[in-house]
């Protein structure tokens, strides 16, 4: 990523910690939604920990190029990858999602690009979704999943915590990304020259009775505890912020208590 835009956690291993449990939440989901076929070249944008990029490559049975920026991200994804013994399934390179890294006769040639949680964090989304056009084949898929931070539902009412919720949006804002890009993704898709194709929701929550319920609020409370920088930026900081994160540890108590989250899905096709 450049040229504006940013991500706002930053890599540190207690964000990367957050990351880790939270694929394992998505990437069935992701993965079934996504279905590559065995054989497909895929291409990973903006890859991160690239626990997704391999259950892909697991599905294919090819080598899926990811690429990501941050070099922390890179070095705990190899880690990882070298830790289940799946260092084959990777090729990772380190570049900007504004300008992939491929060989020219890489370029018209992947059946399936993928990105996700990638555009929200960029000023100028439309740009790398125009190369994830170029880089796949006539015929070939875009696939995008992003945030539409809106979407989020807390019940009961958590006042406090949805005043956080929204200085947490207007710090994208400030930072110059988009909390909302999950709604434009077909619009983004279309003007990038895809044919928008497909849409869906991957939900993305749990009610107090489930024994997922707590890293579902974890994650929550770690969002904003690793944009707490971010949020002191727009005027939300100490007594206002643990205010919020009090009426969360005490939500989370309650028995009738339900998150309701969902991750924005859109696929295109290339002429």
């Not at 790398?128 to 019940?155: C, K, N, S, T």
């Not at 929204?166 to 400030?174: E, F, L, N, V």
């Amino acid at each position: 990523m450049s040229d504006g835009g940013s991500y706002i956690h930053g890599t540190s291993p207690k964000e990367q910690e957050r990351l880790t449990r939270l694929n394992e939440f998505l990437n069935l989901a992701s993965l079934r939604e996504l279905g590559p076929e065995r054989g497909a070249r895929v291409l990973d944008v903006g890859a991160g920990l690239a626990q997704l990029t391999r259950a892909i490559a697991r599905r294919t049975g090819v080598r899926v190029v990811a690429i990501e920026r941050s070099r922390d991200q890179l070095a705990e994804a190899l880690r990882q990858a070298k830790d289940a013994g799946e260092e084959d399934r990777l090729e990772m390179r380190a570049g900007d999602a504004y300008d992939l890294p491929l060989r020219s006769d890489e370029w018209n040639t992947f059946d399936i690009a993928h990105a996700r949680f990638l555009l929200e964090h960029l000023s100028d989304p439309l740009a790398v979704v125009q190369g994830m056009v170029r880089a796949v084949r006539p015929g070939g898929r875009v696939v995008l999943e992003d945030d539409d931070h809106e979407l989020l539902r807390l019940w009961p009412e958590v006042p406090q915590v949805m005043t956080v919720w929204r200085a947490y949006m207007q710090s994208y804002a400030k930072a110059g990304n988009d909390p909302i890009v999950g709604r434009r993704l077909p619009e983004l898709l279309h003007r990038a020259g895809a044919v928008p194709s497909r849409i869906t929701y991957l939900f993305f929550g749990e009610c107090a009775g489930s024994p997922n319920f707590r890293a579902y609020v974890d994650n929550l409370a770690g969002i904003f505890e690793g944009a707490k920088d971010a949020l002191a930026e727009v005027g939300l900081a100490g007594e206002r912020l643990e205010r919020g994160q009090e009426e969360l540890r005490g939500w989370a108590e309650r028995p009738d208590a339900a998150f309701w989250y969902a991750v924005s899905w859109a696929e295109g096709i290339r002429p």
